[in-house]
């Protein structure tokens, strides 16, 4: 037996090849295996399952001898039992009794899965072959490991994050500062100019110092402070120009990250929404990006120019006097040491500091929209209590980094101090004794360049802070533009156009591995049919038209489209022929019109006004004051939900989707909105094949196919007339809703009495 | 609404059944099999809040606190939720690389040796307020740090950045 090319999760390592060889006394070979990594009582360790056309083995230290077979034939039921954080493959045989035949963690769930699938439906009777490809297509989803380092990918075909070059990295960053390469080079020549300006006044006043003062020469005095008036104005002059200029540059290249990063972040798929803060967002596209910003110009203007200055102050200091420049050096290793020590020591409090940060942002971005809440349930002390929480967080951890990063400063400056006490005090003693040839004008003037010199030293001291600052926010920058986007398996790949033929093959999902939220769902759903998908909060009808959309990609199994995997058809194409109604639809801080024409900004006025009409929303649009002008508030305050639904079918019509999917939309509103927004979807589905996951009656009645989901199952699935003779779940259903529809019925007609009365 | 049926002490008697599932019998008569515990607050509450609930899922009782049983019953109780609650208990942080936003941990638990992934440090590690630290791994798998400063300082000295 061969395990080289066999079909597995992980290498299987040797100790459990030699297990499974010395309990396999067959000549067969397993169509596939299971590698685990938890033992049955729970401790981390090698498990493994081999599965054949008829049996399997388990492998596991437990088991006596290092293994059991287990034959198809014996066994009633199995499946996978997900706990928390860890996973077990049950059998139950024909007798009921039931055991556990490996244990492991989510890492392996998925195949195990699929395992316990295809043994379910070979007992079943079916091809054990064909079977087996749902088995590979787990596979192949799970074997998107990086060929180099062996790290997971985020899809098949993506690049790996963990191998690209570093230098791939830095251009991403380098790609920004590009396009401002000849400002930015016309400030570092000006910077240069400056710098040079700089190094004239300490010689001047040594001069002044020995030579013009001591011979009291006025005419001489006036011509050297006239020399420094010029070298200051030009100075200070190309000073302003260049920090124009340089801000200019600055603010451009902001402004492109920016962008790049609010583009990148639409195409990302909803897997990364899912997890990470919409605060966090934000302060990556303003926060992180300035910071970025400040260091990007600290690295290309202002350590090129500390650089120029300090070659060009040693060299000037060297020929001054070499003895004093040596004396001058003493504290730059120990400003060098001091500088990588704080560098070390400041870049994990910078990123917990950016994680306070963080929370705080989230904490905005949650309750500054969601305000009518907080006033609803009068938190506002709980609210404001809360960021109080977080802030205090902040602070302290503000506290500790600036402890640090506040010290540090002083201590080199400190120590730059004492470099110049060494040199008044040598120096001076040279000049007061008359020995070394120390004049005090050159002491003065050395003083000068001592200075000068002890800037760019404190400037590449302190750059690390700066640095390490940087990379905590390009990080998180780097987490946004590394993140993968979407998958546009198909891009360009469009077909002619969309009949409406929805067939689902197969199809399992789970939002993250400790629970499956679809399993095996088989459908297959006509043009033109009007499709209602049924069932209890949490069954998953939702995620079913979620995957239909193609907001999340990594399911197992194949949805196909007129008989084309959607995953082949390009992306944008796909949504295009795809209208959506939601629940809560979303409008932009914009105006009525625009946001109808949200779906199709080309449409001509009158399509629009035709689309708004469909969708019974004319009538109250021309009623406002600004009618198709109003400009609605943040997500469409001003409007009533009902109106906010009507303009979302609106833009659903205008948009003449092939297939239309409406999530509940109609759930909100009372009896007489509904009405209207019934008689609206109505004209809208008129030959489209439209999937509605309804739970009112009188939407379902519209309905010819009927699809019941529970428990991320389709228990049942046909017309209505079929599914009620079945007196099944949809009976059910139906029964608990016409006592409902009823009893609402009664409510509404006595609020309409009372508010007559 | 139905009310819910809470469990306070010794008026139930709770044996094991198979594997996870428990059988409870209330001292009025009643009998419940198969029932299996579940937590209802498996971070913030250990020991207090388990649902009990019957195979479709739902729920026949809670147990306020599991403290308040008698001694055999929270025996059981007690192994049916370490056995289904698998949060290894970090006590040694072997190594931490990172390479461009992907962390791969390599750790001694309670359990042995683990290494794994972590793909995004800000959403995968939480600190709590009683001080211990929740880590999920790239596959969804829970790990606990009890207490950061009852490490050792190398792993202290690992962990501190990512809190």
């Given amino acids: 037996m061969g395990f080289e090319n066999l079909l597995a999760n992980v290498p299987i390592p040797k100790e459990i090849q030699d297990a499974v060889l010395k309990i396999n006394t067959s000549v067969d070979s397993p169509l596939f295996a299971v590698v685990g990594d ?5 401790n981390y ?6 599965v054949y056309n008829d049996r399997m083995i388990a492998v596991d230290e437990s088991y006596e001898g290092g293994g059991d077979v287990i034959l198809f034939d014996d066994i009633a039921d199995i499946k996978v039992k997900r706990m928390y954080g860890n996973a077990v493959l049950k059998v139950e045989d024909s007798h009921g009794a039931r055991r556990d035949i490996i244990r492991f963690t989510y890492s392996v769930a998925d195949v195990c899965d699929s ?8 007992k079943a009777g079916e091809d054990a072959e064909e079977t087996l490809e749902i088995v590979r297509s787990t596979y192949k989803n799970l074997r998107s490991f990086c060929p180099k380092c062996g790290r997971k990918l985020a899809s098949p075909d993506a690049d790996c994050l963990n191998c690209e070059g570093k230098s791939k990295i830095i251009n991403k960053f380098a790609k920004y500062i590009k396009p401002q390469v000849g400002t930015l080079l016309g400030c570092l020549f000006l910077s240069i100019f400056t710098t040079v300006m700089a190094l004239i006044p300490p010689y001047i006043t040594g001069y002044m110092v020995d030579k013009v003062l001591p011979n009291r020469d006025a005419q001489k005095l006036l011509f050297v402070i006239l020399i420094l008036f010029s070298v200051y104005i030009l100075q200070f002059t190309v000073s302003g120009i260049r920090a124009y200029f340089l801000r200019l540059a600055g603010d451009k290249i902001i402004i492109d990250l920016k962008s790049d990063i609010f583009a990148k972040a639409q195409y990302l798929p909803m897997r990364f929404y899912d997890k990470t803060s919409t605060g966090s967002v934000i302060n990556r596209i303003n926060g992180d990006t300035a910071v970025l910003q400040s260091f990007m110009l600290r690295i290309s203007q202002e350590a090129v120019v500390q650089a120029f200055t300090l070659v060009g102050v040693i060299c000037i200091m060297l020929l001054m006097d070499w003895r004093l420049t040596l004396l001058s050096l003493i504290p730059v290793p120990i400003v060098i040491f001091c500088g990588r020590y704080f560098g070390k020591k400041i870049a994990p409090m910078y990123r917990r500091l950016w994680r306070r940060g963080t929370s705080l942002y989230t904490i905005l971005a949650d309750t500054v929209p969601g305000i009518r809440v907080i006033k609803a349930f009068t938190s506002e002390k709980r609210t404001i209590s809360r960021f109080q929480r977080y ?18 400063p002083s201590i080199i400056t400190f120590l730059i101090t004492c470099g110049s006490l060494i040199i008044w005090f040598i120096g001076g003693n040279w000049v007061i004794t008359g020995s070394g040839g120390a004049t005090t004008g050159l002491l003065v003037s050395f003083i000068s360049y001592a200075a000068m010199f002890y800037a760019p030293v404190n400037f590449f001291a302190n750059l690390s802070d700066s640095y390490q600052s940087a990379l905590a926010s390009a990080e998180k920058i780097l987490d946004i533009i590394n993140a993968e986007p979407e998958n546009d398996f198909g891009k360009g790949n469009k077909p002619e156009r969309i009949k409406g033929k929805i067939e689902f093959c197969n199809v399992n999902f789970s939002f993250d591995r400790s629970k499956k939220t679809l399993e095996d769902i088989n459908i297959s759903i006509d043009p033109g049919d009007v499709v209602g998908i049924v069932g209890t909060t949490g069954a998953g009808k939702s995620t079913l038209v979620n995957l239909l959309l193609r907001y999340y990609d990594d399911y197992e199994g194949e949805i196909l489209v007129d008989g084309i995997n959607i995953k082949e058809i390009d992306s944008e194409f796909y949504r295009d022929n795809i209208g959506y109604v939601q629940q809560e639809p979303m409008m932009f801080r914009d105006t009525i019109f625009n946001n109808i024409a949200y779906s199709n900004p080309d449409a001509h006025v009158e399509q629009v006004l035709n689309a708004a009409d469909i969708a019974n929303a004319h009538g109250f649009i021309s009623r406002l004051p600004d009618s198709y002008d109003t400009m609605l508030g943040e997500r469409g305050t001003g409007l009533s939900g009902g109106e906010r639904q009507r303009l979302s079918i609106a833009r659903a019509v205008l948009k003449n989707p092939s297939i239309l999917v409406f999530d509940e ?15 609206s979807i109505d004209r809208l589905i008129r030959g489209r094949t439209t999937l509605m996951i309804a739970h009112r009656l009188s939407t379902l009645r519209r309905a010819n196919k009927i699809i019941v989901v529970d428990k991320g199952r389709v228990v049942e699935f046909g017309t209505p007339d079929e599914l009620l003779a079945m007196k099944g779940k949809y009976h059910k259903l139906i029964q608990i809703q016409s006592m409902s529809d009823k009893a609402r019925e009664i409510k509404e007609a006595e609020n309409l009495e009372i508010s007559i009365g | 609404m139905t009310s819910r049926r809470y469990i306070d002490g010794s008026e139930v008697r709770i044996t094991p059944n198979d594997g996870i599932f428990v059988d409870v019998e209330f001292y009025g008569g009643l009998k419940i099999e198969m029932l299996e515990p579940k937590r209802l607050f498996p971070i913030s509450g250990l020991s207090k809040y388990i649902t009990l609930l019957d195979s479709d899922g739902n729920e026949a009782a809670i147990i306020r606190s599991v403290d308040s049983l008698l001694p055999d019953s929270k025996k059981t109780i007690l192994r049916c939720l370490e056995e289904y609650y698998m949060i290894p208990k970090i006590s040694r942080l072997i190594s931490r690389t990172e390479k461009f936003r992907i962390w791969l941990w390599t750790v001694e638990t309670d359990r042995g040796i683990h290494t794994f992934e972590i793909i995004n440090h800000i959403t995968s590690i939480k600190t709590l307020y009683d001080g211990r630290i929740l880590i999920k791994d790239a596959s969804d798998n829970r790990y606990e740090i009890p207490d950061i400063y009852a490490l050792d300082r190398r792993s202290q000295k690992l962990i501190m950045p990512d809190i």
Wanted: glycine fraction near 4%; hydrophobic fraction near 50%.
């Fill in chain 1, 38 to 42: 938890l033992s049955l009582s729970g």
């Fill in chain 1, 45 to 50: 360790g090698d498990s493994a399952l081999f």
């Fill in chain 1, 115 to 122: 395992a316990a699938l295809f043994i379910e439906k070979v």
């Fill in chain 1, 391 to 408: 802030s205090d967080d902040w602070l302290k951890e503000d506290k500790i980094a600036a402890k640090t990063a506040s010290a540090f």
């Fill in chain 1, 665 to 679: 939309a109609t759930a909100a509103v009372d009896s007489e909105t509904e009405h209207l927004i019934q008689e």
